[in-house]
C-alpha cells in the first residue's frame, strides 16, 4: 500500500507518495502540472479549481487564499480549508486514478503549536474531503524527517544522531523542532504561530498600492472584491519568490511585474521590490504580529530556540519552507547559531510533503514494532521459552546455595566459637537470617553470573530468529535488538538477585531445615556428643558423656547439648575443618535435596522464576525497543 503526504501550506502547497515498502524517496504528483501549487480555491462552471485556476482572469469566482492561517481564528477558513483539500483530491483522483487506489493513509501537515484536540479536528476536516485514514503531524517534525532521509542533503547522520533543530518558515508561521540523540523532545515543538513569509506578500502589496497613481480606487477594489484581492496578493507572492530566488540579480534593479485589475473599471498596479524595500519590511513594525518588526520577531525566536538547546546545542540547523530561501533569514539564523552547520533544503517547497510521507511508514513501523514487542515481551511465547528451559538451572543454582551456605555455616560457627552466640539452637537462628541474607547476596549472583549468562545466551539465540525479523520488517539495524550482547550492560545476568524471592517461603523453609539439619549433624555427630568428645577437654568427659548418652539415650542428650551454654575452651575443639568435612559429606544430600525442592511443581518455584525471568527479558527488550525507536523515528 502507499502513503500520501499532503502538505496544506497557507501560501504554497504539495503532495507526494511513498510506497511502504520501497526505498525510493517520496515521488511529488503534479497538480495541474505543477509540483507545488499556489494554496488558492474558487469555483468555475460549478465546480472547485485550485492553484493557478483559481485565478479571477480564467473566470475563477469565491477565491480565496491565506486561509490556512485563519483556521485558528476564523470558522469560515474551516470551510475553505475543505473546498481546497477537495479540490486537490479531486484533481489526483482525476489525474491519478490507479494510483490514489492504492493509497492507504494519508499524513497532513500542521503548524509546531497545534494541540491534540486541533489535530483531531484536522485530521477529521481532511478525511471529509475525501481522504482516507489522515494523520496529522507538525511540519517541523516531517522537515526533520525529510533531512534525516533524503539522499541530497548529504548530512552526516552522525550529526542528526546528536542534537538537530529543524527551523520551518513558512507562509504563516515559524517552526522549530529540536531532536537530541535522534528522538524529538517532547516540550521543543515550538514557533511563532504569527511570523511566516505570507507577511511580506501583504507588504508588497500595500506598498505598491501606495505608491500608485490609483491607489484610492485600488483600496476600493481591494475592500469590495475578495477574488481580485486574493489575486493581487497572489501576484505580490510570485514576485517575492522571484527575488529571493535571485537576490543578487536583483540588487542594482528593481523586479517589476504590472498587474490589470478589472473590476467597475480598468485600472494599472505595478508591483515591485528590491533590496532596499526588502530591508524596510523587515524593520517597520506590522500591525498583524502586535506591532513588531519581522526582523524583531524572528530574532525573538531563534533566541528562543538558542536557550531550549543549550544543554545540548545543536551540531546541524536545518532550515526548509518556502520561506527560507530569504538571505536576511539565514543570515539571522547563522548568526544565532554560529557553531552549528547550517543546511538549506534544496527544494524546500516539497521536502515538508516528502517528509510527511516518511512520517506516514515511520509511525507505522512504530505502531507495529511496538504491538508486537509488546506481545513477545509479555505474552506467551516467552513465557514458554523460559519455562522450557529453565530445568537447566537446577543443578547449578543448588551447587551455588551449597557452597554459599558453607560459607554461611563456617562464619557463624566461627562466631559462636568466640562466644557471640550461647547455643547450639541459638546458633540455628543466627544462621537461618545470615543464609536467607546470604541466599539474597552478591555471593550467590558471583556464583551463578556465568552459569545465568551462558543459560541466557542459550534462551536469547531461540528468541532472536523472531526479532531479527521483526527489526528486518520495521527498518530497524539489528544489532540495536541483539538480546545475546545486553546482558553485563543492563543487568541481565543480575537475574540470581531474584531467586530468593522465586524459591517462596515453601522451598526455601525447606532448604534451610536441610542445610541446618547438616550443620547439626557436623557439629554434634553420629552420637550427638562430637563436642564433647574431641580434644583434651574430651579426654576429661569422655566417661561422663559416655554414662550421659546410657542414662538418657541419643536424642535426650543431643538435644541437652544444643540447649546449653557449652564453655568457650570446649567449644574450641570444633575446628573449621572438621566443619567443612562435615558439611562435605553431606554435599550430594543437600544438592539433591534442593533440586527435589525446585523441581516439584507444587512448590511452585517454575512457575515464579519464570515469570521472574520473563518479567526481566521482557523489559530489557522493551528497553532496547525504545532505543532502537530512534532507528525509526530518525
Not at 125 to 144: C, D, Q, Y
Request: hydrophobic content about 40%; overall charge negative; glycine content about 8%.
Amino acid at each position: 500500500m502507499k502513503i500520501l503526504g499532503f502538505d496544506l501550506g497557507d501560501g504554497e502547497s504539495a503532495v507526494t507518495i511513498l510506497d511502504e515498502a520501497s526505498k525510493i524517496e517520496p515521488r511529488v504528483i503534479p497538480i495541474g502540472g505543477k509540483v507545488s501549487i499556489l494554496s488558492a480555491v474558487g469555483d468555475r462552471d460549478g465546480k472547485i479549481v485550485v492553484g493557478e485556476a483559481a485565478s479571477v482572469l480564467l473566470g475563477s469566482v469565491n477565491t480565496q487564499v491565506r486561509f490556512k492561517s485563519r483556521y485558528l481564528t476564523d470558522p469560515e477558513a474551516h470551510m475553505e480549508i475543505r473546498r481546497f483539500a477537495q479540490g486537490v483530491y479531486g484533481e489526483l483522483t482525476r489525474t491519478e486514478p490507479a494510483l490514489m487506489a492504492e493509497v492507504s493513509s494519508t499524513v497532513v501537515g500542521c503548524p509546531a503549536g497545534w494541540g491534540e484536540g486541533r489535530r483531531s479536528q484536522y485530521a477529521a476536516l481532511m478525511e471529509s474531503a475525501g481522504f482516507p485514514n489522515v494523520s496529522v503531524v507538525p511540519e517541523s517534525r516531517a522537515a526533520f524527517m525529510y533531512a534525516r532521509h533524503a539522499r541530497g542533503l548529504r548530512v552526516d547522520p552522525a550529526l542528526m544522531q546528536k542534537s538537530a533543530l529543524v527551523i520551518d518558515v513558512g507562509s504563516s508561521t515559524t517552526d522549530f523542532a529540536y531532536i537530541v540523540d535522534g528522538h524529538q523532545q517532547s516540550l521543543s515543538l515550538f514557533g511563532d504561530a504569527n511570523l511566516g513569509g505570507g507577511l511580506l506578500d501583504e507588504q508588497i502589496l500595500s506598498k505598491c498600492i501606495d505608491r500608485s497613481r490609483d491607489r484610492d480606487a485600488l483600496r476600493a477594489v481591494m475592500e469590495e472584491s475578495p477574488a481580485w484581492h486574493s489575486y493581487c496578493e497572489l501576484e505580490a507572492r510570485r514576485i517575492k519568490e522571484q527575488y529571493f530566488l535571485d537576490e543578487e540579480k536583483w540588487k542594482e534593479v528593481p523586479l517589476k511585474k504590472r498587474v490589470v485589475v478589472c473590476y467597475k473599471e480598468t485600472l494599472s498596479l505595478e508591483l515591485q521590490i528590491d533590496a532596499q524595500m526588502v530591508q524596510e519590511m523587515i524593520s517597520e513594525p506590522i500591525p498583524a504580529i502586535g506591532g513588531r518588526s519581522f526582523r524583531g520577531c524572528l530574532r525573538d525566536a531563534l533566541r528562543a530556540a538558542v536557550r531550549v538547546s543549550q544543554e545540548k546545542p545543536a551540531q546541524v540547523v536545518i532550515l526548509t519552507g518556502g520561506a527560507s530561501r530569504m538571505a536576511f533569514l539565514q543570515e539571522e539564523c547563522r548568526e544565532a547559531f554560529h557553531d552549528s552547520l547550517l543546511v538549506m533544503c534544496p527544494e524546500p517547497e516539497c521536502s515538508i510533503a516528502r517528509g510527511l510521507a516518511y512520517c506516514g511508514r515511520v509511525d507505522e513501523n512504530l505502531r507495529v514494532f511496538r504491538e508486537e514487542v509488546a506481545s513477545l515481551s509479555r505474552g506467551e511465547y516467552l513465557n514458554t521459552q523460559v519455562s522450557s528451559s529453565v530445568h537447566e538451572l537446577y543443578e547449578p543454582i543448588a551447587k551455588a546455595l551449597y557452597e554459599t551456605s558453607v560459607e554461611s555455616v563456617v562464619d557463624t560457627v566461627s562466631l559462636w566459637k568466640r562466644g557471640g552466640i550461647d547455643t547450639i539452637n541459638d546458633l540455628d537462628s543466627v544462621l537461618k537470617e545470615r543464609i536467607s541474607k546470604d541466599f539474597s547476596g552478591e555471593e550467590v549472583r558471583k556464583r551463578l553470573t556465568g552459569t545465568i549468562r551462558d543459560w541466557l545466551d542459550r534462551l536469547t539465540d531461540r528468541l532472536q530468529d523472531r526479532l531479527m525479523d521483526l527489526c528486518c520488517r520495521c527498518g530497524i539495524p539489528s544489532e540495536q535488538m541483539t538480546l545475546s550482547s545486553a546482558h553485563v550492560e543492563t543487568g541481565l545476568d543480575r537475574v540470581g538477585l531474584s531467586l530468593t524471592s522465586a524459591m517462596g517461603m515453601d522451598i526455601f523453609s525447606g532448604i534451610m531445615g536441610v542445610v541446618l539439619a547438616a550443620v547439626g549433624a557436623a557439629l554434634c555427630g553420629g552420637g550427638g556428643v562430637a563436642i564433647l568428645g574431641t580434644g583434651p577437654v574430651g579426654m576429661i568427659t569422655g566417661a561422663s558423656a559416655g554414662l550421659l548418652l546410657a542414662l538418657l539415650g541419643k536424642t535426650t542428650l543431643e538435644k541437652a547439648v544444643r540447649s546449653v551454654r557449652i564453655p568457650l575452651l570446649l567449644r574450641t575443639a570444633v575446628t573449621e575443618k572438621a566443619v567443612r568435612r562435615g558439611l562435605k559429606r553431606q554435599e550430594k544430600a543437600i544438592e539433591e535435596e534442593i533440586i527435589r525442592a525446585l523441581a516439584d511443581p507444587r512448590n511452585g518455584f517454575t512457575a515464579r522464576l519464570t515469570a521472574s525471568l520473563a518479567q526481566t527479558i521482557g523489559a530489557q527488550m522493551e528497553i532496547m525497543a525504545r532505543n532502537a525507536e530512534m532507528s525509526i523515528t530518525a
